[in-house]
């Protein structure tokens, strides 16, 4: 599985960020915005998205630019 580092390190390289910067979440099963910060946070993730039946669906925001 891809760890949390992985997924940073792809989307840096899309954007005009660093990875100190960016800040990513994911909608759990309750519709709250939950901060990805750890691999934990992204296997998390990844049990909701499956329980919903859906596709992980990640939202990335660049602080301090």
Do not use: F, P
Not at 37 to 50: H, I, K, M, P, S
């Amino acid at each position: 599985d891809m760890g949390l580092g992985h997924v940073v390190d792809r989307l840096v390289s899309s954007v005009d960020t660093d990875a100190e910067n960016l800040r990513l979440r994911y909608q759990d099963e309750e519709g709250e915005w939950c901060a990805l910060n750890t691999d934990a946070d992204l296997q998390e993730c990844r049990v909701v998205t499956n329980a919903l039946g859906g596709s992980i669906r990640i939202q990335a925001s660049a602080q301090g630019k």
